[in-house]
């Protein structure tokens, strides 16, 4: 059977041309490794024979209770039958467990001599043995995950991780998603500068006994969600020496351009005459001017479906301004932009996979410098709309440009939901570490809804109350609104940001996902790489792609 791949200012560009039209942005971004599905078995493949193929990957479980024998799972006792190995013991020398991310590599010998004949002579030199635990969602991702690390260097691998006889089509097509999102998360690397090198590039995934169409678009589907993620990563992971707020705005339009996507994109005079007054204030220490972004997406014949607007926090570098950040905490503040990358990947993706609600991603894109025009605590701005706030600490900057994006797409783009993500708060990150954001939101549907997303992808968040008693926290006695508490007493960091934020949102479903410390990893982990991790775009997706 033959494999099968799943495969300044500017006004409005572009119209939407429906889902398949956000293919065309494959030409300026950097896509992950292919997935063919295979329906022969490691039994009958020819895929084995010709040479196409470096390893064989085959899966094993954690050995039942009273037992102490690793489980093979589907392939597992055909391969080694096909090869004349005894698996089970290797997996024993090797000391697997079946634990899901396990993987380790058998090298088999070559023969000595012509008239040596090994009994796996001119199959794949390499079996990968690939531990998938519980065998659920998140099992085999993490299955995929640490396969990709194992092969990688490797031009094509094929594998029965994930394969089960006992599967009907709809288990079949979610373990199928599962193990190639993991599979392509792990295969990202950060893109480098200079002489060095390149990494070895990832190997093409063959999935063995695999076939039929739901299956593909389970695959297909995860291509797309993987893809996000690695945009993501990418823009997020990207130099400020290059990535300044002209540079986003225009990987942004051009990426939008090339989907078939409406774009706009508002310079410092059209922010000025709009009254976008933090955007400004935190962008004018910097010599790279500020700007808005407006991308959205129609389904073909307007869809049926919500308006949803993601705004994404978008500070290109953030030196904290005058209330000036100490090295250590700016080395990693090129990341500072992670929620505008996570917004436009998501309306992006949103149009590639031909979801059926209209997304617009806005992103407020500024660079906080210090300089002799740079904003000062004790100011008082005015922002989007006419609201006053009264400056404390200019390292809060986020929630300015927030607020001014928030403020104008509640005003001018009539959302049904509104939902930004940020790396806001380092409260966030101190009350949930690096595995949750932190979920904010005045509507519970909206709440259980990405609450649930998160659980389906493993981007997961953290439902956290709007206390109302800490409202105190933003008022102020010469404006309307102070952005960062006086009494440093009533904590709760994160939560009197998305307070200051609910304020910019008028009686629109709001959703706020501080991702602080879910947007960044200092190692490489199952699905999770080191860097920019991507979080939000997946999550964001399955929300989107769900029955309203």
């Keep these: 059977m033959s494999p099968r791949t799943t495969g300044r200012r500017s006004a409005t560009v572009a119209r939407p041309a429906g889902a ?6 494959s030409a300026v971004r950097r896509t992950p490794p292919a997935v063919v599905l295979h329906g022969a078995t490691v039994v009958d493949s020819p895929l084995l024979e010709d040479g196409s193929v470096d390893a064989v990957a085959v899966q094993v479980a954690p050995a039942r209770d009273g037992d102490d024998a690793l489980q093979p799972r589907t392939g597992t006792p ?68 640490a396969l990709a690390r194992a092969v990688r260097g490797l031009h094509r691998v094929a594998a029965t991780v994930g394969a089960q006889t006992h599967h009907d089509a709809s288990a079949a097509a979610e373990a199928a998603r599962a193990v190639t999102e993991g599979y392509l998360l792990a295969a990202y690397t950060t893109p480098r500068t200079g002489a060095a090198p390149e990494p070895e590039p990832p190997a093409e995934l063959v999935l063995l006994g695999r076939d039929g169409t739901r299956v593909a678009a389970a695959v297909d589907a995860a291509r797309v969600a993987a893809s996000a993620t690695w945009l993501v990563r990418d823009l997020t992971n990207t130099p400020s020496s290059t990535k300044d707020p002209a540079w986003m705005a225009d990987r942004a339009r051009r990426l939008a351009t090339r989907a078939g996507l409406e774009v706009e994109v508002l310079g410092p005079r059209e922010l000025a005459a709009g009254g976008f007054g933090g955007i400004l204030a935190v962008g004018a220490g910097s010599a790279s001017s500020p700007r808005l972004v407006r991308v959205a997406y129609t389904p073909p ?33 090129k990341t500072d932009m992670a929620g505008a990358a996570v917004a436009l990947a998501t309306v992006l993706a949103a149009a590639e996979a031909g979801v059926p609600h209209r997304v617009t991603a806005v992103l407020p894109l500024a660079e906080n410098h210090v ?13 989007y709309g006419g609201t006053t706030v009264e400056i404390a600490n200019t390292d809060a900057e986020g929630r300015l440009v927030l607020g001014d994006a928030l403020a ?12 930004d993500v ?9 009350g949930l570490g690096k595995q ?38 933003v008022r102020s ?50 699905e999770v790489t080191e860097g920019a991790t991507g979080y939000g775009a997946r999550l964001l997706l399955d929300w989107l792609t769900q029955p309203a």
């Design 422 to 430: 940020a790396t806001l708060t380092g409260a966030a990150t101190l």
């Design 20 to 25: 398949g039209a956000a293919r065309g942005a």
């Design 78 to 145: 055909q391969a080694a039958a096909r090869y004349g190995i005894d698996l089970a013991e290797l997996a024993e020398r090797a000391g697997l467990t079946g634990a899901a991310g396990e993987a380790f590599t058998v090298h088999l010998p070559q023969p000595v001599g012509s008239s040596v004949v090994l009994p796996w002579a001119g199959l794949p030199p390499r079996i990968v043995l690939v531990g998938v635990g519980d065998e659920s969602p998140t099992a085999l991702r993490r299955a995929g995950a």
């Design 371 to 383: 300089g002799a025009a740079s904003y000062r605590p004790g100011d008082v701005l005015r922002l």
């Design 477 to 526: 006695s010469v404006a309307d609104l102070r952005h960062v508490p006086v009494d440093r007493q009533i904590g709760g960091g994160s939560i009197t940001a998305a307070l200051f934020l609910r304020r910019f949102v008028g009686t629109r479903a709001w959703a706020h996902l501080d991702i602080a410390g879910t947007g960044r990893a200092p190692a490489d982990k199952h």
């Design 301 to 333: 014949a307007g869809g049926t479906g919500r308006h949803v607007v993601v705004v994404g926090k978008g500070i290109t570098y953030d030196t904290g301004g005058l209330s000036i950040k100490p090295r250590e905490a700016m080395v990693p503040m």
């Design 408 to 419: 104008w797409a509640d005003a001018t783009l009539a959302p049904d939901v509104l939902v």
């Design 436 to 473: 949750h954001a932190a979920l904010y939101g005045t509507d519970d549907a909206l709440v259980a809804g990405l609450l649930a997303a998160g659980e389906r992808t493993g981007e997961l968040a953290w439902h956290m109350p709007l206390v109302d008693d800490y409202d105190e926290a």
